[in-house]
């Protein structure tokens, strides 16, 4: 395969050493079945449950230790677009490790993405019938909400100043198949906010992320001061930002949400 830094990635063996910078990534490599084959992950890779303790830690996705990565001969290392330095994941490469970074904008593209990945680490079985369970949750969800009014939301990762998503996120159209529409879906990327912009951009929800920023009770409580008669809710950011097999709960949570809301 091609990656998104346009490398070509052809291994004639499935990998038995796999280094992931990326914590929906390690997830996914859990769920399609391996566990010894994982050697290295990131200090943010929480699930599965037990694998930090167990395996080596090569520092966070945007600070990777190279000596680390390096001590432990991988024979593929997963990266990601976004989520990584492009320096540090081209200094992996030129020593002589074979590197995938994935590129995930859509909802489509982590089901490619998937695929793609369940080719490299042979485990293409698992990856469809993977993707065939996350699309079928999303077929779901476009029935529960078709018909329905959309919500024009905000959706907060950070405070401190007031940071949301733009319409080139993965977040943005995830909830884009629960009807939820970001008011900030005409910018890019994720843009700094004030209160008075969240004012102008008149939400009829706020939803507060549990990641990247911890939002507490006091935090909604802020929210709900600065913009009187708006409703704010939390919600869980794991199921709107990691694109690997996360997406399997996905669909059902936001529907379960969509009926909280109305």
Not at 113 to 126: A, E, K, N, W, Y
Not at 164 to 186: C, P, R
Not at 208 to 218: A, V
Not at 235 to 251: A, F
């Amino acid at each position: 395969m091609t990656d998104a830094f346009g490398h070509r990635i052809a291994l004639t063996v499935p990998p038995r050493r796999i280094v992931s910078l990326v914590p929906s990534q390690t997830e996914l490599l859990a769920d399609l079945g391996l566990d010894d084959e994982v050697v290295g992950l990131t200090r943010f890779c929480v699930h599965p449950a037990g694998w930090k303790a167990r395996k080596q830690i090569i520092g966070g996705t945007k600070n990777v230790r190279l000596d680390r990565v390096a001590a432990l001969s991988p024979d593929l290392v997963i990266a990601n677009k976004e989520e990584n330095v492009r320096e540090q994941v081209e200094a992996i490469a030129e020593d002589g490790c074979p590197v995938v970074v994935t590129d995930v904008a859509t909802v489509a593209d982590a089901l490619a993405m998937i695929r793609d990945v369940g080719v490299l680490v042979g485990r293409s079985t698992q990856a469809g019938a993977l993707t065939d369970q996350i699309v079928a949750g999303f077929d779901a969800l476009a029935r529960e909400v078709a018909g329905a009014a959309p919500l024009q939301v905000a959706y907060l990762i950070w405070r401190d100043p007031w940071m949301t998503i733009g319409g080139d996120t993965f977040i943005h159209d995830v909830l884009h198949h629960a009807g939820l529409v970001s008011v900030f879906g005409g910018q890019t990327r994720y843009p700094v906010v004030t209160a008075d912009d969240l004012r102008a951009a008149a939400p009829d929800l706020v939803l507060l992320s549990s990641e990247p920023y911890p939002f507490k009770p006091k935090h909604h409580q802020e929210i709900a001061a600065a913009m009187p008669g708006v409703r704010v809710h939390g919600i869980d950011g794991e199921l709107c930002s990691w694109y690997g097999s996360r997406l399997r709960h996905t669909p059902a949570y936001l529907a379960e949400l969509r009926r909280a809301l109305a």
